[in-house]
């Protein structure tokens, strides 16, 4: 009886019996992060002081149907709002900010990309620009946000409208926004040009190419 037991154990040992696979284990905190309070504020050191009625977003580019948007345009479309973390190529990590604003697949439908547009050029007032594929920005997380934790987001981080990408570090988020510009090429940014990744996705750890 005994021996009939132990020969069992023994073929279930063979045959890797239970033996189930692993969950693919995917930590919060991407690969050299750490995690931060407060909010960091970085950008080149210029913070244009734009009143909401002074901007004016221009979307154009490889797209059927280019787009201004003033700020009372911007209200009219549909609102959305997200939750996500911010990571910053200089190893910072922000988790949970709710952001409100308009998600930028509104504003794919609005002006309808080409189909050679694959990579969204972004600049903003203070002359910074940055490149991102067409296929991150279209994420279902992404969106021109005008809000953080339910407050006018403020001239520092990037108001009245920054970029807000959370799957790309943060350099890829344009505070004050100004061109939205689809082309058929990656055009390095700012940083892009000074050897950042031209993706930049934190799981990979993709900060510099
Ligand atoms: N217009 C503009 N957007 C910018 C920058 C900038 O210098 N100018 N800096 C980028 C960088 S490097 C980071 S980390 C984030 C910082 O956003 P925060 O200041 O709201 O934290 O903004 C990004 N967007
Ligand atoms: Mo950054």
């Known amino acids: 009886m005994r021996q009939k037991l ?13 033996l189930v696979p692993a969950p693919v284990e995917r930590r919060r905190l991407p690969p050299g992060q750490r995690l931060v309070k407060d909010w960091p504020v970085l950008d ?18 490889l797209v059927d ?14 609102r959305f709002e997200s939750q996500s973390d911010i990571h910053c190529v200089t190893a910072w990590s922000r988790y949970d900010n709710r952001w409100t604003g308009v998600a930028t697949k509104i504003l794919l439908a609005l002006v309808r990309p080409r189909f050679d547009a694959r ?6 007032f203070d ?44 350099w890829k ?3 004050w926004l100004r ?4 082309t058929d090429r990656d055009v390095p940014g700012y940083w892009e040009a000074r050897g950042y ?13």
Request: charged content about 25%; aromatic content about 12%; cysteine-free.
């Open 6 to 18: 132990i020969d069992s154990k023994v073929r279930w040992a063979r045959e890797g019996r239970l």
């Open 44 to 61: 080149l050191g210029t913070q244009p002081n734009l009143m909401p009625r002074d901007w004016q977003l221009t979307v154009g580019g």
């Open 65 to 78: 149907r280019p787009l201004t948007l003033t700020w009372d345009a911007l209200q009219r479309l549909p």
């Open 119 to 124: 990579f969204v050029i972004l600049r903003s």
């Open 127 to 170: 002359s910074y620009a940055t490149a991102v594929p067409l296929e991150d920005f279209s994420g279902d997380d992404v969106l021109l946000a005008t809000h953080w934790e339910g407050q006018k987001l403020t001239r520092a981080h990037g108001g009245p409208v920054r970029l807000v990408l959370p799957k790309l570090y943060f």
């Open 173 to 175: 988020s344009a505070k």
């Open 179 to 182: 061109h939205v510009w689809f």
């Open 197 to 209: 990744h031209r993706r930049g996705d934190p799981w990979a750890q993709q900060r510099y190419e």
